[in-house]
Every structure is written in C-alpha cells, then in structure tokens.
C-alpha cells in the first residue's frame, strides 16, 4: 500500500511511509511484518521499554505491530513481497528504466 525507493529500509523511511499510509488510508488496526529492526528489539532490553521508536509510535497511534513468528506466516509475507517486487521489476523494464535515479522519478509520477 506504500512504496518507497530507499537506499535501506531505516527508521526514517518507514516514519515517511507511515506517514503516507496514514494521509491516504488512515490509521489500520495492525502492520503486519517481518523482524526488522525498524519495527522490533531483537535482543533483551536494558532497562527501557523494548520497544523501537517506530514501535512507540504506532503504540501512541494504537496500532499494534504484528511480527511474523512462524515459517508460514513468515512465507505469506515474503510471497507477498517476492509478487510486488516481480511486478515493479517488469514495470519499471516496461519503462525503459534500468537504474535507480529514474525508477524514483518513475515511482513519484505515478
């Protein structure tokens, strides 16, 4: 529901896509995901919270996070992905773009 050409997915990109979700859908219940840092602690928290500042965020907006814990629904995700991926490949070659500087000007037009 929301693309972004990135150099890495960090903090920053996944509040600025946030932030488009929200302009267009609204706020969603959950987010689905996998265990990327962005989203959860993946080691023991020292004193705080555990939870990332993308973590707070949602929790402050009542969105709860839903990590994909198991084989299967960790496969779901990434199928979901591998589809979506596939897709703006052939789009973008469709296109006649072949780098990265293009394919973000493709991205912001459409």
Known sequence: MQLRFVLSESTES???SLHGYLVTYGAPV???SDKHTVFRVNREAK???????FGRALAE???EIL??????????????????QGRLVKELRLAGIMTSLPA???YRSS
């Open 14 to 16: 996944c509040f600025e």
């Open 30 to 32: 959950a987010f689905y």
């Open 47 to 53: 004193g705080g919270p555990g939870m990332t500042q």
């Open 61 to 63: 907006l009542n969105i």
């Open 67 to 84: 990590c994909a814990n198991s084989i299967q629904s960790k496969g779901r995700v990434e199928r979901v992905n591998r589809a979506l």
């Open 104 to 106: 973000m000007r493709f």
